[in-house]
C-alpha cells in the first residue's frame, strides 16, 4: 500500500486551481478582444447619429425662418405648407428585428374623436415636438 502524502495533494489542487484561474483569463482577454470593435462601433454610430440629428435640427431651424421669410415677403401660404416637415429622432430599436410583427395600433372611439385635440406631454425629453410651417 501506497501512504497518503497531503503536500503531494495540495500542490496537484494549487497546480489544478492556477490552470483554471488561466483558462479563465484567457477567456475573459477573448472575450473582451471580441466585444472591442463592437463596442468602437456601437460608439461611433451614436456619435454620427447624434452629430446627424443635431445638423438636422439646424436645417430645420434655418427653414423655419426662410418660410417666415418667405410669408413676410406675401408668399402664398399653400406653397408654404408644402414645406412643414417634422425633425428626425433617435428612437431606441425594441428588440425585435425587422421581420418582427408590429403592434396593432389603438382604435380611436367615437367619443375620443369627438374631444378637441389637447397637446400632450406624453414626448420624451429626446423627441422634439414637431416644427410647424404653418401659422
Not at 456601437?42 to 418660410?67: C, N
Not at 389603438?106 to 406624453?122: G, L
Amino acid at each position: 500500500m501506497t501512504q497518503f502524502d497531503p503536500s503531494n495533494l495540495l500542490a496537484e489542487i494549487e497546480a489544478d486551481d492556477a490552470a483554471e484561474v488561466q483558462a479563465l483569463a484567457e477567456r475573459q482577454r477573448r472575450r473582451r478582444e471580441a466585444l472591442e470593435p463592437a463596442a468602437q462601433l456601437a460608439a461611433e454610430i451614436a456619435t454620427t447619429r447624434d452629430h446627424f440629428l443635431a445638423e438636422d435640427r439646424q436645417r430645420l431651424s434655418r427653414l423655419a425662418k426662410l418660410v417666415k421669410e418667405a410669408k413676410r415677403n406675401g408668399a402664398p401660404a399653400a406653397k408654404l405648407d408644402q414645406f412643414d416637415f417634422a425633425p428626425l429622432t433617435a428612437q431606441a430599436r425594441s428588440g425585435r428585428g425587422r421581420s418582427g410583427a408590429s403592434k396593432p395600433r389603438a382604435r380611436r372611439t367615437p367619443a375620443a374623436a369627438e374631444k378637441p385635440a389637447e397637446p400632450t406631454q406624453e414626448r420624451s425629453e429626446q423627441t422634439p415636438a414637431p416644427v410647424s410651417m404653418a401659422s
